[in-house]
Nanobody, 118 residues
Framework: QVQLVESGGGLVQPGGSLGLSCAAS????????MGWYRQSPGKQRELVAV???????NYGDFVKGRFTISMDKAKSTVFLQMNSLKPEDTAVYYC????????????WGQGTQVTVSP
């Protein structure tokens, strides 16, 4: 069973920066894509950023150049660097991985809280 373990959430002031990490229990080669979703109370889970094994990345429209996703294949870890944070970025952030060899199989981390507040 694949495990995704997030770290790096916390409290930050508006305009500040925060970095999230997601370590996978298997090699990144087992996944076709990894990324981050977020969910805030009363809202649906939404895509933040996703990156493929080839390094191609896509971002949610709300990101607008503020976040950067990257990966360290040797450490089976995906990172999300978030800058210029806004109160509306407050949410639980979930790491996500899509299995490469099994169609429709997705893995999720337990989530890490990000709170942007004065």
């Amino acid at each position: 069973q694949v495990q995704l373990v997030e770290s790096g959430g916390g409290l930050v002031q508006p305009g500040g920066s925060l970095g999230l990490s997601c370590a996978a229990s298997s090699t990144i080669g087992a996944f076709s894509a990894m990324g981050w979703y977020r969910q805030s109370p009363g809202k649906q889970r939404e895509l933040v950023a996703v990156i493929t094994g080839g390094g191609g990345a896509n971002y949610g429209d709300f990101v607008k150049g503020r976040f950067t996703i990257s990966m360290d294949k040797a450490k089976s870890t995906v990172f999300l660097q978030m800058n210029s944070l806004k109160p509306e970025d407050t949410a639980v952030y979930y790491c996500y991985a899509r299995a490469r060899t099994v169609v429709g199989l997705d893995y999720w981390g337990q989530g890490t809280q990000v709170t942007v507040s004065p």
